[in-house]
């Protein structure tokens, strides 16, 4: 009996002995919190505070030109059993060789830029007799991340992120339609700035960058969902729903961070701080200024959990993948633990480094991490293009979607470096 009879058997036995279940949702959540993280909580945010509605557009366009190569890493799991990394393996040692390098230098640049992040939130929340530096609070939380992952791995991080995503989404929800409500009036000489320039080219790149997460999550999530079928006994059909409502959230999500900058600051007259833990502190005001001074810390809460979550993930997920790599290129038949712990203390450490490097410069390190995600996307985007279509044969439809998609990163890519490069004057 081949695989695919073997799959297709299974899928048949879960759809009888267990329909609809919340059992079902697991890697599509866990990827959704990866990505509400610095792209949503800080750049849509910004983006809506000093564009409005303009970058609405490439919110969008970035989620749509995004998703095929992301849902590819749950249809290859669930066709083949296996992880697009294990499909990279087989398919050739270049393609494994490619995701790993590149894998390994965003472990470190992403981890370590969520980590500041939620170092500068938790910096918010401590009173002020309170005082200890961002590397000291990154440390205390990479460490809680590290005996975290190492006691709990999947199963704990399956059932918390569904908690952190809910309270995020409904705290979220809840100042926007109050926000709508409310609108801020804009100042009488307030003169709309224009996004639409050369000189903005870098903050769209960096908004795309992380939206809705960086596109190696794509295998990494692949990850999560062959784990899931495993111990749950999924079927396409489930995987397929949990992917699409994690990703459906986050897309949506992303706009209604906009939407909050769009009505709590766009035309105030505020000075948006654009660098720094400054920031974090006009952020929450966001959301206390429509819910209520009250929920000051209640919200910051949410948002450090939301950032602690994007945190395990990341260093969850560039662990489990870099040691999948480095098991695959040994030709070892299953990841060592000592392998998986090595790689993500790789990635929890690494990222301390990159902290240390970018001390009080949060702003600089997240737009350094989320152009880095985007300019690598279209090679991570042709490889699970190019390792779907060699193992079954796409329709029509998603193979032009897919071309389209390729297209739109990669010249965004190229305009971005070409600009870099001086090359428009």
């Known amino acids: 009996m081949s695989t695919q009879q073997i799959n297709n058997l299974d899928d048949t ?39 409005g509605w303009q970058l609405a557009i490439m919110i969008i366009l970035a989620n749509v030109f995004k998703y095929p190569f992301f849902r590819f890493g749950t249809d290859y799991v669930y066709d083949t059993g296996e992880s697009l990394i294990a499909g990279y393996a087989k ?36 009173p002020a007799s309170i005082a200890l530096s961002s590397i000291t609070l990154a440390i205390i939380i990479v460490a809680v991340c590290w005996f975290f992952l190492i006691a709990g791995h999947y199963k704990l991080l399956d059932g918390v992120t569904k908690w952190i995503m809910i309270a995020l989404v409904s705290a979220t929800v809840l100042a926007v339609i109050i926000a709508a409500g409310k609108p801020t009036v804009m100042t009488p000489d307030f003169v709309a700035v ?9 903050f769209i790149v960096a908004l795309m960058g992380w939206m ?17 079928r495993k111990a749950d006994n999924t079927t396409h059909k489930q995987g397929l729903l949990d992917f699409n409502v994690g990703f459906l959230v986050s897309a949506i999500l992303a706009l209604f961070f906009l939407a909050l900058g769009v009505f709590v600051q766009y035309g105030s007259g505020q000075e948006i701080q654009i660098a720094g833990a400054a920031y974090v502190d006009q952020l929450i005001s966001m959301y206390t200024n429509t819910i209520g001074e009250w929920s000051r810390l209640l919200v910051a809460f949410v948002a450090f959990m939301c950032m602690f979550g994007t945190t395990i993930t990341c ?21 060592s633990k000592k392998q998986v712990a090595f790689w993500t203390t790789y990635a929890i450490g690494g990222g301390l480094v990159i902290i240390a490097f970018f001390t009080g410069q949060l702003g600089a390190m997240l737009k350094f991490a989320m152009i880095s995600a985007f300019i690598s996307a279209p ?6 293009y190019s390792l779907v279509k060699s193992h079954q044969k796409l329709s029509a439809g998603m193979n032009a979607y897919s071309i389209a998609s390729l297209v739109f990163l990669g010249g965004f ?3 971005f470096l070409a600009n870099l490069a001086g090359l428009f004057g």
Not at 194 to 202: D, E, H, R, V
Not at 315 to 335: H, P
Request: with cysteine; glycine share 10%.
């Open 315 to 335: 260093a969850d997920g560039y662990g489990r993948a870099n040691a999948e790599c480095w098991r695959l290129l040994k030709g070892e038949s299953e990841i």
């Open 212 to 228: 809705p997460a960086p596109l190696e999550f794509a295998a990494i999530t692949s990850m999560w969902t062959s784990a899931k």
């Open 194 to 202: 224009s996004p639409w320039n050369l000189a903005t080219l870098g």
């Open 13 to 51: 036995r879960a759809t009888q002995e267990e329909g609809f279940s919340w059992r079902i949702f697991g890697p599509g959540i866990l990827m959704a919190t990866a990505a509400i993280g610095g792209s949503h909580l800080v750049s849509s945010t910004q983006a809506g505070a000093i564009y």
């Open 379 to 384: 090679i991570f985007g042709w490889l699970n």
């Open 91 to 126: 398919r050739s040692k270049a393609y494994l060789w490619i995701y790993f390098i590149l894998s390994v230098l965003s472990a470190v640049i992403s981890t370590g830029a969520v980590t500041l992040l939620t170092a500068v939130i938790l910096g918010f929340m401590l």
């Open 413 to 415: 890519t190229l305009l």
